[in-house]
């Protein structure tokens, strides 16, 4: 029997594992696919998530952008340079999962690919855990299976709230040579944006809409951007996946299980950033379940209060701005984007250098005063 099944391989399993197995745990981690294996993600990694491990990420990097462009329409172009201490990680996410996980082996993690859950049972205070090879049996769970995945719901929480956005995304080859530029154009797609991520041998463009708006053309929309790229989209395959939003405060723990990354709604309202809140997730997961472990009765509970109290907080903050940015995008692109000490901020906040409650009062207010004749501006 081990201490902990892991169910999902991805930055909240991997950081788990390597966690909870660095501190003797017995883990296993199951993945329903090989490893490496493709996953739709721009891909975008704040720097800051270095200081949760004692290995060094750089193989895991494709490359680090200094610079930013935004665009309104594809026009009207704000270059940023990052002042930040670390520039932002762009990462290929069958290398970088890949990657968190075999550091999670290297310290005696178990992997176990081609292995999908097909149930779970709790008997004896002990997880039986269904799977197309076998069965496998746990003292706990850590449910990291992703925005579509079960384990949720056959944990119990059938009643979650769930904000989901959707996503299309397509992966295609770029110049050599060219300078590593994060692209991001508002204004074409209502209520979200859409991107342009360097990586070292080509491109992630994709399109996500964030907050709702009605029928949208995302795949003509994202194709007619993507020829200023000099990129057909037509021949490339192009990927749609649904993102888990974080909407409000929510119970993470029951019985000896508790949630993490998409499967605990982590993900920022406001950006859509999934892998750094995906990977605190699974290191504060890690830790719980080791308290619990060692006896500590109320280690599960505190772990939802931490996501609260550590990451939810800040969610307010980043869905109210998102309300407010969305609802007004060219006053937010005005008053925000184009104004140098906003986007710095917000560049910090991408690179884990500031939080968004440090910042979105004042932010809030400027775009509310925008929109009265002779205020803002």
């Not at 993690?109 to 746990?138: C, D, P």
Request: net charge positive; hydrophobic share 40%; aromatic share 10%.
């Amino acid at each position: 029997m081990f201490d902990c099944i892991i169910v999902g391989a991805g930055p909240a399993g991997g950081t788990a594992a390597y966690h909870l197995a660095k501190r003797g745990r017995s883990v296993v981690v199951l993945e329903k696919e090989s490893l490496p294996r493709y996953k739709p993600c721009g891909g975008g990694v704040s720097p800051i998530v270095q200081q949760w491990f004692d290995f060094d990420f750089s193989p895991a990097v494709s490359v680090k952008a200094y610079k930013i462009r935004y665009t309104w329409k594809m026009g009207d172009p704000v270059d940023v340079k990052l002042e930040t201490n670390e520039p932002v990680w762009m990462v290929r996410r069958d290398v970088f999962d890949h990657f968190l996980v075999k550091q999670a082996q290297k310290q005696g993690a178990e992997l176990r690919t081609q292995t999908a859950v097909t149930g779970i049972e709790f008997k004896g205070n002990a997880w039986q855990v269904n799977t197309v090879n076998e069965r496998v049996e746990g003292r706990y769970i850590i449910a990291a299976d992703g925005a579509k995945g079960p384990m949720a719901r056959w944990l119990g929480f059938q009643k979650r709230k769930r904000r989901m956005a959707g996503a299309i995304e397509i992966e295609t080859p770029a110049p050599r040579d060219q300078e590593p530029i994060v692209h991001f154009d508002f204004g074409l797609v209502k209520n979200g944006y859409i991107w342009n991520f360097p990586k070292a041998d080509g491109y992630s463009i994709g399109i996500g809409n964030f907050r709702g708006g009605g029928a949208q053309d995302l795949k003509g929309m994202v194709a007619e951007y993507a020829k200023q790229f000099d990129i057909d989209l037509n021949a490339y395959d192009q990927y749609g996946h649904g993102i888990c939003l974080w909407d409000g405060n929510q119970k993470l723990h029951t019985e000896n299980a508790v949630l993490a990354g998409e499967t605990a709604c982590v993900v920022d309202p406001f950006t859509a950033e999934g892998i750094r809140p995906s990977i605190f997730s699974g290191l504060k997961a890690a830790e719980a379940i080791d308290k619990a472990l060692a006896g500590d009765k109320d280690a599960l509970e505190k772990y939802t209060e931490v996501i609260t109290e550590e990451w939810g907080s800040d969610m307010v903050w980043a869905q109210r701005l998102a309300g407010a940015f969305y609802s007004v995008p060219h006053v937010g692109y005005k008053v925000g984007i184009k104004r140098p000490t906003a986007t710095q901020s917000m560049l910090k906040i991408l690179c884990g250098e500031l939080r968004y409650s440090e910042v979105a009062n004042r932010a809030l207010k400027r775009l509310g005063g925008s929109l009265i004749p002779g205020i803002g501006g």
